[in-house]
């Protein structure tokens, strides 16, 4: 079973749109939470970390269910700037290794 | 302040043919790793760095060598490159402040490894 999994989509939205992603994690031990941006051909860029109480920053809120094992990415009011793909990440303290989900591709369609 | 520079940005290897990516970082921090991206694959870890002089092995490390050669630079071997090589591999580097925490990792550009 993969530590992370995420549904790939695509999600296609118009500008405007709210949209969300959820992302799944297998291991309760799990101790830190992130949301990557990536875009085409280019390298994966921290969007936010993802706190216990949840946080939020702009139009992106993320939100941690601990008892449930998942992590959630709500994008309000998009943009077509935030077409990319958007990778979910766990770190498990084992040696500090970081875990990636398979991404989940947003287009945004003006 | 460059971040994190990876070097070369793209390769052509044939079959059996060796190679070294390189990967430097100027941001002082301790912990490095080596990353391939696949497509459906997501990132996953080949080797990783938690501080000089230490390396460990992560998910995919079969085919691979590594060598943390000091704090700045962490560089990738194919000793023998094989089609199931060819790939996007990208070099990152955190800073965790203590055993219990983690922070971000900070990516390099990338390499585009091609194995004919």
Known sequence: ?110 | NAGVTQTPKFQVLKTGQSMTLQCAQDMNHNSMYWYRQDPGMGLRLIYYSASEGTTDKGEVPNGYNVSRLNKREFSLRLESAAPSQTSVYFCASSDPRDTYSSYEQYFGPGTRLTVT
């Open chain 1, 1 to 110: 079973r993969k530590e992370v999994e995420q549904d790939p989509g695509p999600f296609n939205v118009p500008e405007g749109a709210t949209v969300a992603f959820n992302c799944t994690y297998s291991n309760s031990a799990s101790q830190s939470f992130f949301w990557y941006r990536q875009d085409c051909r280019k390298e994966p860029k921290l969007l936010m970390s993802v706190y216990s109480s949840g946080n939020e920053d702009g139009r992106f809120t993320a939100q941690l269910n601990r008892a449930s094992q998942y992590i959630s990415l709500l994008i309000r009011d998009s943009k077509l700037s935030d077409s990319a793909t958007y990778l979910c990440v766990v770190n498990i303290y084992t040696g500090n290794q970081f875990y990636f989900g398979t991404g989940t591709s947003l287009t945004v369609i003006p």
